[in-house]
């Protein structure tokens, strides 16, 4: 079954590292990755090698080595994307990198896979006589959605990568706050994220064929149920101002990557509409935190990340 994917708000899912200050300069509304590999073997470079190592090892900006004279490295560029509104004033920073594929953009199977994951377990659970014990009911939802063949349950769905696209097309440099922390300070973070509107395409087949009246429809239906929930649940985070974007008409609702919340990773919701009041999110240790989350990352202070919209 093929489907379409529309990003209703910044996405952002991670690669794992962070680019640093000396790794990426904004000129003219544009955020320009270095080559850093092309830069070391430019002659040019031999006499500013120095100053740079000194930098990089104090985290500074990479203005600092070259000032103004951008013409060696905007002959060494990567990568460019464009900045959004919320970061045109940032402090440079360090940037949470997006997850890439030969330097393309793309939205990873595995993050609609677990997205979805999450919708199904909750709203099958919701249908059941649970009262207590929510984890040890996992079994019965994982039998009921391969008809018995929960051993192959990583299977029980396949959903391909994306398409991709060039940095420039789809991404922007957008500035994160987290609202809502004891502090009450909204904490700075730098991201590349997906542009809201941005399309993408994929393929998602169903592969447990022990239950015959499930298919793909069926379960993105449940995740759509789900992230309505979760969707409302925002309208009323701590009466902070937040933008939420208006849903599709027909358009199946999902959440991925940063800025889901707890919400999107636990039972929460499924205990409160059970009156389950035992249930508490296993959290690290140092996190005080037991209930439902307590802070959000949006964009500028304002703008809910992660929503997309799926469609045939």
């Known amino acids: ?50 100053l740079f190592i000194k930098k990089s ?11 103004d004279n951008y013409d060696l490295l905007m002959d060494n560029i990567l990568y460019k994307h464009s900045i959004s509104k919320s970061a045109e004033n940032a402090n440079l920073i360090e940037v949470k990198e997006i997850i890439k594929t030969a330097g393309r953009v793309y939205i990873p199977g595995s993050s ?25 009911s996992l079994g019965n939802v994982l039998d009921k959605i391969t008809g018995g063949t929960q051993k192959e349950f990583n299977r029980w769905i396949d959903i391909r990568d ?11 440099l957008s500035q994160v706050k987290l609202i809502g922390a004891k502090t009450k300070r909204a904490m700075p973070i730098l991201y590349e994220t997906i542009k809201t509107g941005c399309e993408f395409e994929t393929e998602i087949f169903w592969r447990a064929k022990g ?16 992230y309505r929930k979760i969707y409302q649940k925002e309208r009323t985070f701590n009466k902070i101002k937040q933008f939420l974007p208006p849903i ?65």
Do not use: C
């Not at 636990?266 to 140092?286: C, D, H, M, V, W």
């Open 211 to 226: 239950n015959q009246s499930i298919d793909e429809n069926f379960i993105l239906k449940l995740a759509d149920n789900f």
């Open 1 to 50: 079954m093929k489907i379409k994917i529309k990003t209703l708000s910044p996405v952002h899912i991670g690669s794992g590292r962070a680019i640093g200050p000396i790794e990426y300069f904004v000129k003219d509304g544009f955020f320009y990755r270095v080559d850093m590999d092309g830069l070391f073997k430019d002659t040019r470079f031999q006499k500013f090698q120095p």
């Open 112 to 136: 609609i896979k677990g997205s979805i994951l999450s919708g199904v377990i909750e709203q099958i659970l919701f249908r059941e006589a649970i009262q207590v014990d929510l984890k040890s």
């Open 248 to 312: 599709p008409k027909d358009a199946i609702l999902l959440r991925i990557g940063q800025g889901s919340t707890a919400w999107a990773t636990s039972f929460l919701i499924l205990a409160e509409e059970k009156g389950i009041t035992s249930y508490n999110i296993q959290r690290p240790k140092f996190h005080k935190t037991k209930g439902p989350p307590a802070t959000r990352k949006l964009v500028s202070g304002e703008i809910s990340m992660g929503w997309i919209a799926i469609s045939s």
């Open 57 to 67: 090892l104090e985290n500074r900006k990479i203005s600092e080595v070259f000032g």
């Open 162 to 172: 994306t398409n991709t696209f060039s940095p420039e097309n789809v991404l922007e």
